[in-house]
T-cell receptor, first 116, second 114 residues
Framework: EPEVTQTPSHQVTQMGQEVILRCVPI?????FYWYRQILGQKVEFLVS????????KSEIFDDQFSVERPDGSNFTLKIRSTKLEDSAMYFC??????????????FGEGSWLTVV | DQQVKQNSPSLSVQEGRISILNCDYT??????FLWYKKYPAEGPTFLIS?????DKNEDGRFTVFLNKSAKHLSLHIVPSQPGDSAVYFC?????????????FGTGTRLTIIP
Protein backbone atom coordinates (compact mmCIF):
# COMPACT_ATOMS: atom_id res chain seq x y z
CA GLU A 1 0.00 0.00 0.00
CA PRO A 2 1.39 3.44 -0.88
CA GLU A 3 2.54 5.46 2.08
CA VAL A 4 3.75 8.88 3.10
CA THR A 5 7.40 8.76 4.12
CA GLN A 6 9.17 11.23 6.37
CA THR A 7 12.78 11.96 7.26
CA PRO A 8 14.38 12.24 9.71
CA SER A 9 12.50 10.11 12.18
CA HIS A 10 14.11 11.98 15.06
CA GLN A 11 16.13 15.17 15.20
CA VAL A 12 17.66 16.99 18.12
CA THR A 13 18.56 20.61 17.50
CA GLN A 14 19.74 23.58 19.50
CA MET A 15 17.40 26.47 20.10
CA GLY A 16 17.76 29.06 17.36
CA GLN A 17 18.92 26.60 14.73
CA GLU A 18 17.12 25.97 11.45
CA VAL A 19 15.46 22.63 10.86
CA ILE A 20 14.12 21.09 7.67
CA LEU A 21 11.74 18.17 7.87
CA ARG A 22 11.25 16.21 4.69
CA CYS A 23 8.31 14.27 3.33
CA VAL A 24 7.51 12.26 0.25
CA PRO A 25 3.71 12.24 -0.15
CA ILE A 26 1.83 9.50 -1.97
CA UNK A 27 2.61 9.93 -5.64
CA UNK A 28 -0.81 10.67 -7.13
CA UNK A 29 -1.95 12.91 -4.29
CA UNK A 30 -2.54 16.59 -4.86
CA UNK A 31 -3.06 17.99 -1.37
CA PHE A 32 -0.32 18.12 1.20
CA TYR A 33 -0.38 18.95 4.88
CA TRP A 34 1.74 19.33 7.96
CA TYR A 35 0.34 18.59 11.40
CA ARG A 36 2.07 18.39 14.73
CA GLN A 37 1.49 16.79 18.10
CA ILE A 38 3.14 18.14 21.21
CA LEU A 39 3.68 15.36 23.73
CA GLY A 40 0.44 14.55 25.52
CA GLN A 41 -1.64 16.91 23.43
CA LYS A 42 -3.84 16.53 20.40
CA VAL A 43 -2.79 16.51 16.78
CA GLU A 44 -2.93 20.09 15.42
CA PHE A 45 -3.16 21.38 11.88
CA LEU A 46 -0.29 23.56 10.72
CA VAL A 47 -0.62 24.15 7.00
CA SER A 48 -2.15 22.83 3.79
CA UNK A 49 -0.58 23.10 0.37
CA UNK A 50 -2.07 22.71 -3.08
CA UNK A 51 -1.00 23.69 -6.57
CA UNK A 52 2.36 24.92 -5.31
CA UNK A 53 1.00 27.36 -2.80
CA UNK A 54 -0.27 27.47 0.75
CA UNK A 55 -4.03 27.00 0.89
CA UNK A 56 -4.53 27.55 4.57
CA LYS A 57 -2.41 27.91 7.68
CA SER A 58 -3.11 27.92 11.37
CA GLU A 59 -2.07 30.53 13.90
CA ILE A 60 0.78 28.22 14.90
CA PHE A 61 2.30 28.57 11.43
CA ASP A 62 3.96 31.93 11.93
CA ASP A 63 6.81 33.57 10.03
CA GLN A 64 9.29 31.07 11.44
CA PHE A 65 7.67 28.31 9.41
CA SER A 66 7.71 27.76 5.68
CA VAL A 67 6.83 24.94 3.31
CA GLU A 68 8.14 24.09 -0.08
CA ARG A 69 7.70 21.52 -2.79
CA PRO A 70 11.09 21.84 -4.45
CA ASP A 71 10.54 19.07 -6.99
CA GLY A 72 7.80 16.70 -8.04
CA SER A 73 8.08 14.42 -5.06
CA ASN A 74 9.34 16.13 -1.90
CA PHE A 75 7.43 18.37 0.45
CA THR A 76 9.41 20.12 3.16
CA LEU A 77 8.69 22.01 6.36
CA LYS A 78 11.32 24.50 7.47
CA ILE A 79 11.52 26.05 10.90
CA ARG A 80 13.85 29.00 10.60
CA SER A 81 14.84 29.57 14.22
CA THR A 82 13.63 26.82 16.51
CA LYS A 83 12.21 27.47 19.95
CA LEU A 84 11.86 25.08 22.85
CA GLU A 85 8.09 25.00 22.31
CA ASP A 86 8.59 23.69 18.77
CA SER A 87 9.50 20.31 20.26
CA ALA A 88 6.84 17.97 18.93
CA MET A 89 6.11 15.14 16.54
CA TYR A 90 5.55 16.60 13.08
CA PHE A 91 3.34 14.66 10.70
CA CYS A 92 3.24 15.09 6.98
CA UNK A 93 0.03 14.04 5.26
CA UNK A 94 -1.44 13.91 1.80
CA UNK A 95 -4.78 13.31 0.13
CA UNK A 96 -5.93 12.64 -3.39
CA UNK A 97 -8.99 14.83 -3.49
CA UNK A 98 -12.09 15.80 -1.59
CA UNK A 99 -12.55 13.82 1.62
CA UNK A 100 -16.31 13.63 1.32
CA UNK A 101 -15.88 11.72 -1.93
CA UNK A 102 -14.62 8.79 0.09
CA UNK A 103 -10.99 9.79 0.20
CA UNK A 104 -8.97 10.26 3.30
CA UNK A 105 -5.86 11.99 4.51
CA UNK A 106 -2.90 9.63 4.87
CA PHE A 107 -0.30 10.42 7.49
CA GLY A 108 3.39 9.65 7.60
CA GLU A 109 5.13 8.06 10.57
CA GLY A 110 6.20 11.43 11.90
CA SER A 111 9.43 13.29 12.60
CA TRP A 112 10.15 13.77 16.28
CA LEU A 113 11.82 17.14 16.82
CA THR A 114 13.51 17.90 20.11
CA VAL A 115 14.75 21.44 20.66
CA VAL A 116 17.30 21.82 23.46
CA ASP B 1 -11.28 26.38 21.53
CA GLN B 2 -11.98 22.66 21.62
CA GLN B 3 -14.29 22.16 18.69
CA VAL B 4 -13.88 18.38 18.88
CA LYS B 5 -13.89 16.70 22.26
CA GLN B 6 -13.28 13.19 23.44
CA ASN B 7 -14.24 13.26 27.07
CA SER B 8 -12.89 9.83 27.99
CA PRO B 9 -9.10 9.87 28.04
CA SER B 10 -8.98 6.11 28.50
CA LEU B 11 -11.13 3.00 28.18
CA SER B 12 -10.51 -0.63 29.06
CA VAL B 13 -12.53 -3.40 27.44
CA GLN B 14 -12.39 -7.17 27.69
CA GLU B 15 -11.28 -9.00 24.57
CA GLY B 16 -14.27 -10.09 22.52
CA ARG B 17 -16.57 -7.43 23.93
CA ILE B 18 -17.70 -4.23 22.25
CA SER B 19 -15.60 -1.07 22.53
CA ILE B 20 -17.50 2.20 22.23
CA LEU B 21 -15.54 5.40 21.80
CA ASN B 22 -17.34 8.71 21.90
CA CYS B 23 -16.74 12.10 20.38
CA ASP B 24 -18.62 15.40 20.57
CA TYR B 25 -18.24 18.46 18.39
CA THR B 26 -19.43 22.03 18.64
CA UNK B 27 -19.00 23.40 15.12
CA UNK B 28 -22.20 22.77 13.18
CA UNK B 29 -20.33 23.46 9.93
CA UNK B 30 -18.45 20.17 10.21
CA UNK B 31 -19.83 17.79 7.62
CA UNK B 32 -17.32 14.97 7.44
CA PHE B 33 -15.93 12.94 10.29
CA LEU B 34 -13.10 10.45 10.54
CA TRP B 35 -11.65 8.10 13.10
CA TYR B 36 -7.93 7.46 13.28
CA LYS B 37 -5.98 4.96 15.31
CA LYS B 38 -2.52 5.80 16.57
CA TYR B 39 0.25 3.73 18.09
CA PRO B 40 3.07 5.45 20.01
CA ALA B 41 5.72 7.04 17.77
CA GLU B 42 3.67 6.34 14.65
CA GLY B 43 1.41 8.45 12.47
CA PRO B 44 -2.38 8.29 12.70
CA THR B 45 -3.87 5.48 10.63
CA PHE B 46 -7.26 6.01 9.04
CA LEU B 47 -10.00 3.67 10.23
CA ILE B 48 -13.39 4.80 9.04
CA SER B 49 -15.26 7.93 8.08
CA UNK B 50 -18.79 9.22 7.77
CA UNK B 51 -20.43 12.04 5.91
CA UNK B 52 -23.05 14.18 7.59
CA UNK B 53 -25.66 12.93 5.12
CA UNK B 54 -25.46 9.52 6.78
CA ASP B 55 -26.03 8.35 10.31
CA LYS B 56 -24.11 5.09 10.15
CA ASN B 57 -21.17 3.62 8.29
CA GLU B 58 -19.84 0.13 8.75
CA ASP B 59 -16.56 -1.47 7.74
CA GLY B 60 -15.87 -4.91 9.10
CA ARG B 61 -15.57 -4.76 12.88
CA PHE B 62 -15.81 -0.97 12.88
CA THR B 63 -19.03 1.03 12.81
CA VAL B 64 -19.34 4.78 13.17
CA PHE B 65 -22.61 6.38 14.23
CA LEU B 66 -23.40 10.05 13.76
CA ASN B 67 -26.10 11.95 15.64
CA LYS B 68 -26.14 15.39 14.06
CA SER B 69 -28.77 16.85 16.35
CA ALA B 70 -26.66 15.95 19.37
CA LYS B 71 -23.39 16.76 17.57
CA HIS B 72 -22.12 13.39 18.67
CA LEU B 73 -20.42 10.49 16.99
CA SER B 74 -19.25 7.16 18.24
CA LEU B 75 -17.02 4.36 17.05
CA HIS B 76 -18.01 0.80 17.83
CA ILE B 77 -15.48 -2.00 17.59
CA VAL B 78 -16.87 -5.49 17.85
CA PRO B 79 -15.45 -7.88 18.73
CA SER B 80 -12.52 -6.09 20.35
CA GLN B 81 -9.11 -7.66 19.80
CA PRO B 82 -5.78 -7.11 21.60
CA GLY B 83 -4.36 -5.42 18.49
CA ASP B 84 -7.00 -2.74 18.87
CA SER B 85 -5.16 -1.33 21.87
CA ALA B 86 -4.09 2.15 20.75
CA VAL B 87 -5.10 5.79 21.00
CA TYR B 88 -8.16 6.63 18.94
CA PHE B 89 -8.73 10.11 17.60
CA CYS B 90 -11.88 11.44 16.05
CA UNK B 91 -11.46 14.24 13.56
CA UNK B 92 -13.85 16.55 11.79
CA UNK B 93 -13.66 18.74 8.75
CA UNK B 94 -15.66 21.05 6.54
CA UNK B 95 -15.79 19.81 2.95
CA UNK B 96 -13.81 22.18 0.76
CA UNK B 97 -13.15 20.60 -2.62
CA UNK B 98 -10.13 18.66 -1.46
CA UNK B 99 -8.45 21.19 0.77
CA UNK B 100 -9.89 20.08 4.05
CA UNK B 101 -8.03 20.48 7.30
CA UNK B 102 -8.80 18.10 10.10
CA UNK B 103 -9.66 19.21 13.59
CA PHE B 104 -8.74 16.44 15.98
CA GLY B 105 -10.07 15.49 19.36
CA THR B 106 -7.76 14.83 22.29
CA GLY B 107 -7.87 11.07 21.86
CA THR B 108 -9.02 8.07 23.89
CA ARG B 109 -6.54 5.39 24.88
CA LEU B 110 -8.21 2.02 24.38
CA THR B 111 -6.79 -0.97 26.19
CA ILE B 112 -8.10 -4.41 25.32
CA ILE B 113 -7.72 -6.84 28.19
CA PRO B 114 -7.02 -10.42 27.09
Amino acid sequence: EPEVTQTPSHQVTQMGQEVILRCVPISNHLYFYWYRQILGQKVEFLVSFYNNEISEKSEIFDDQFSVERPDGSNFTLKIRSTKLEDSAMYFCASSESQLSSGNTIYFGEGSWLTVV
Amino acid sequence: DQQVKQNSPSLSVQEGRISILNCDYTNSMFDYFLWYKKYPAEGPTFLISISSIKDKNEDGRFTVFLNKSAKHLSLHIVPSQPGDSAVYFCAATISNFGNEKLTFGTGTRLTIIP
